[in-house]
C-alpha cells in the first residue's frame, strides 16, 4: 500500500518510522511519502493560509499550495477506479473512524492524507479531487485537535495493521474489539499471562481448564459485561438474534 502526507509539519509524521508501521514500511508492504506543503509555497513567507471569505477567527488553508502539491503526488503514478488513490481528510466534522472503515481503507492500494491546521482546508481542494477519486472526510473522535497529524498516526497504525502480513498472527486482529465475526459489536474482555498468582491476584481458572469450550463461553460473557458497562449503544445497535441463550440469561 501506499501512503502520501501533505503536512506543514512533517516531522511530526516521523513515528511513521517506528514499530509496526516503520517494520511494514522496512519490509516493503507500506511506501509512505511526506511532502511538506510549504515546498509548494511561492512566496517570501510560504504561506499557507489567509483570513475567511465572510469574516470571522481563524485562518483557512489556501487551495494553491494544496493543489500544487497534491498533484505533484499524483503525478507519480495516477490511475482512477479501484487502483487509483483516495484522499483522505482529517476533519472533527467528518465520518466517524471505525474499525469498518479501517477494513475499507485497508482494501484501496493508495491513500493520500491531507491533514490540515487552523479552521481547515479550503473546500474546493476536496470539492475539486471528489471528480477523480473518493474522499473520505474522517473525525477519529468528538474533540477538536490543533492540527491532523495525529489523526493520521491513528488511522495509518489502524489501517497498517489489517494488510496481509503486517500482524505476526493474522488471528490477533480478528478477535479484537469490534472485529466481524461471533464477537462483532463486543468490546474485547480481559486478557492474562503468566505468572498464573501476583500480588495474592490470581487468573480465572477456567483460563487454566484447558477446555475450549468454557473459555470461548468465559470470554463471550466477560465481553457482554464489558460493553454493557462502557459501550451499552454497541449493545442497543445489535440484531437481538446475534445473541444466544447464555448471553439473554447473564
Ligand atoms: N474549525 C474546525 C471545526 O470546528 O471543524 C476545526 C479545525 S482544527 C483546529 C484543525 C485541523 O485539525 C482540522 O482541519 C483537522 O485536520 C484536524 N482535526 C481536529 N480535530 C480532529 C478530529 N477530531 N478528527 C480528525 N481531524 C481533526
Given at each position: 500500500?501506499r501512503?502520501?502526507?501533505?503536512?506543514?509539519?512533517p516531522?511530526?509524521?516521523?513515528?511513521?518510522?517506528v514499530?509496526?508501521?516503520?517494520?511494514?514500511?522496512?519490509?516493503?508492504?507500506?511506501?509512505?511519502?511526506?511532502?511538506?506543503?510549504?515546498?509548494?509555497?511561492?512566496?517570501?513567507h510560504?504561506?499557507?493560509?489567509?483570513?475567511?471569505?465572510?469574516?470571522?477567527?481563524?485562518?483557512?488553508m489556501?487551495?494553491?499550495?494544496?493543489?500544487?502539491?497534491?498533484?505533484?503526488?499524483?503525478?507519480?503514478?495516477?490511475?482512477g477506479?479501484?487502483?487509483?488513490p483516495?484522499?483522505?481528510?482529517?476533519?472533527?466534522?467528518?465520518?466517524p473512524?471505525?474499525?469498518?472503515?479501517?477494513?475499507?481503507?485497508?482494501e484501496?492500494?493508495?491513500l493520500?492524507?491531507?491533514?490540515?491546521?487552523?479552521?481547515?482546508?479550503?473546500?474546493?481542494?476536496?470539492?475539486?479531487?471528489a471528480?477523480?477519486m473518493?474522499?473520505?472526510?474522517?473525525?477519529?473522535?468528538d474533540?477538536?485537535?490543533?492540527?491532523?497529524?495525529?489523526?493520521?498516526?491513528?488511522?495509518?497504525?489502524?489501517?497498517?495493521?489489517l494488510?496481509?502480513?503486517?500482524?505476526?498472527?493474522?488471528?490477533?486482529?480478528?478477535?479484537?474489539?469490534?472485529?466481524?465475526?461471533?464477537?462483532?459489536?463486543?468490546l474485547e474482555?480481559?486478557?492474562?499471562?503468566?505468572?498464573?498468582?501476583?500480588?495474592?491476584?490470581?487468573?480465572?481458572d477456567?483460563l487454566?481448564?484447558?477446555?475450549?469450550?468454557?473459555?470461548?463461553?468465559?470470554?463471550?460473557?466477560?465481553?457482554?459485561?464489558?460493553?454493557?458497562?462502557?459501550?451499552?449503544?454497541?449493545?442497543?445497535?445489535?440484531?437481538?438474534?446475534?445473541?444466544?441463550?447464555?448471553?439473554?440469561?447473564?
Amino acid at each position: 500500500m501506499r501512503l502520501d502526507v501533505v503536512t506543514i509539519f512533517p516531522e511530526y509524521l516521523e513515528p511513521l518510522n517506528v514499530s509496526l508501521v516503520g517494520k511494514a514500511r522496512a519490509r516493503g508492504q507500506l511506501d509512505v511519502h511526506v511532502r511538506d506543503l510549504r515546498q509548494w509555497t511561492y512566496d517570501r513567507h510560504n504561506t499557507v493560509d489567509d483570513t475567511p471569505y465572510g469574516g470571522g477567527p481563524g485562518m483557512v488553508m489556501k487551495t494553491e499550495p494544496w493543489g500544487d502539491a497534491l498533484d505533484d503526488a499524483l503525478a507519480d503514478g495516477y490511475e482512477g477506479g479501484a487502483h487509483g488513490p483516495a484522499l483522505v481528510v482529517p476533519t472533527p466534522s467528518g465520518r466517524p473512524f471505525t474499525q469498518e472503515l479501517a477494513v475499507e481503507l485497508s482494501e484501496r492500494p493508495w491513500l493520500i492524507f491531507t491533514p490540515a491546521r487552523y479552521e481547515g482546508i479550503d473546500r474546493r481542494v476536496m470539492d475539486e479531487y471528489a471528480t477523480r477519486m473518493p474522499v473520505y472526510e474522517v473525525s477519529i473522535g468528538d474533540y477538536v485537535l490543533a492540527g491532523g497529524e495525529a489523526a493520521v498516526l491513528v488511522i495509518t497504525e489502524a489501517v497498517a495493521r489489517l494488510l496481509p502480513g503486517v500482524l505476526g498472527n493474522a488471528a490477533s486482529h480478528q478477535d479484537d474489539s469490534f472485529a466481524p465475526g461471533a464477537m462483532a459489536n463486543l468490546l474485547e474482555g480481559p486478557v492474562y499471562t503468566k505468572p498464573p498468582e501476583w500480588r495474592g491476584r490470581d487468573i480465572p481458572d477456567v483460563l487454566l481448564s484447558g477446555h475450549h469450550g468454557k473459555i470461548a463461553r468465559w470470554r463471550r460473557d466477560e465481553a457482554l459485561r464489558r460493553t454493557v458497562r462502557n459501550r451499552p449503544d454497541l449493545i442497543e445497535r445489535t440484531d437481538p438474534a446475534a445473541f444466544d441463550k447464555k448471553d439473554r440469561e447473564m
